[in-house]
């Protein structure tokens, strides 16, 4: 299962759908694209706003700014992988501390 952890100056997103085998996960390259295409937006206008971090199988996104840009950025990327987990709630799970 994917686990997504959102605080409010972190998001850590780990784990493994388990939808289909490794290269073939469809839920898994969802959620990297729905990541990985935010962050890039985000340090495309402003590189400092961010700190990210890649592991295996791990991306731990530190927030350094919160900027109009960065926020709405974020929370798009937040309703994006919610909606995902509607349509395959098996599969990812979202837990959002306040």
């Not at 759908?17 to 959620?31: E, F, H, L, P, Q």
């Amino acid at each position: 299962m994917i686990k997504v952890n959102i605080k409010k100056n972190q998001i850590q997103i780990s784990g493994h759908a388990m939808y289909d085998d490794y290269g073939k996960d469809i839920i898994c390259a969802s959620a990297s694209s729905i990541a990985i295409t935010s962050v890039n937006a985000i340090l495309r206008v402003n590189e400092k706003a961010l700190k990210c971090k890649e592991e295996e199988g791990k991306l731990t996104i530190n927030i350094q700014s919160h900027d109009k840009v960065t926020t709405t950025i974020i929370l798009n990327m937040i309703e994006l992988l919610k909606e995902l987990q509607k349509q395959y709630p098996k599969n990812i799970e979202i837990n959002e501390e306040v």
